[in-house]
């Protein structure tokens, strides 16, 4: 089968979209998956998270213009053996401008990552979009099987999601991503100790029960510390609330996947009556 595709993506900022990209990445590849980051964001936030430098070249920029891509080359392998990544940088943000000139526009990265995808180097390809609705992350919903949404615990962010869920169900319609679908919603910045977390995370469930991980991603220094080491949590503060709330996002995660290729296509036929 060829290898899934999700993007991380909210088109709010500071919601902690790029720390659930690399933690998620690092956890799973922990648990012997082997996994690849693409940073299509041009803050180039998830390079530097997981401690790689930001070189011209680098990104997934050429590729997407290109009419024979190849990802190959810029390919990078990171700390952990099982985690490669194509990394971001500065230039990227030109892509907003060029790629809407390109034909096929918003197919171009599902063309280029196509031919990675099918020979089955990975278990799991994660996107890290822009925290906009713009061209790259367009791109990004196109190319994926998955939606992954991080949340903060706060209450502007139950007027954003509706904004990228009517966006998913557009390009579903339209045939742009007729494989796209809501994997799950990360509520990020949980502090147990107020009442809006708790009643944000309730407000959620009661709309998307069967959308929301039950994991949630606390508040947390160390987890804001981690990025300026080049480090993920768990090799940052293996043993810290952050790094443990981040394992138990990655096996629900993988627990949804297992449930999800298990699945029949088609409701198994009714037995008949017995007579």
Do not use: W
């Not at 390109?102 to 990552?113: D, F, T, V, W």
């Not at 940052?236 to 999800?260: H, I, S, V, W």
């Amino acid at each position: 089968m060829p290898t899934p595709v999700f993007s991380i993506a909210n088109q709010k900022g500071g919601v902690g979209k790029t720390t659930t990209a690399v933690n998620l990445a690092a956890c799973l590849a922990e648990r012997r998956k082997r996994v690849l980051l693409i940073d299509l964001d041009p803050q180039a936030n998830a390079t530097s998270g997981l401690g790689a430098e930001k070189r011209e070249g680098d990104s997934i920029y050429d590729v997407l213009l290109s009419d024979a891509p190849d990802l190959a080359p810029i390919i990078q392998h990171t700390a952990d053996k099982r985690l490669d990544l194509i990394a971001s940088e500065v230039n990227l943000a030109g892509a907003e401008i060029d790629v809407a000139r390109s034909e096929n526009y918003l197919g171009r990265l599902a063309a280029a990552l196509a031919p990675l995808a099918s020979r089955g180097d990975y278990d799991f390809i994660l996107l890290d979009c822009p925290p906009t609705l713009g061209i790259l992350t367009m791109n990004a919903l196109c190319a994926s099987d998955g939606l992954v949404i991080p949340m903060q615990c706060e209450y502007y962010a139950l007027e954003g999601i509706s904004v990228i869920l009517d966006l998913v169900a557009k390009l579903r319609e339209s045939g742009a991503a007729p494989n796209l679908d809501v994997e799950g919603i990360v509520m990020t910045m949980y502090d147990m100790r107020t009442n809006l977390s708790q009643q944000v995370v309730r407000e959620i469930r009661t709309h998307f029960p069967d959308k929301i991980y039950s994991s949630l991603i606390p508040r947390s220094v160390r987890l804001a510390e981690a990025p300026s080491h080049g480090l993920p949590i768990i090799a940052y503060d293996p043993n810290c609330t952050g790094a443990a709330a981040y394992r138990q996002l990655a096996r629900e995660f993988l627990k949804r996947r297992k449930a999800a290729d298990t699945a029949p296509d088609t409701p198994a036929p009714e037995e008949p009556p017995a007579e």
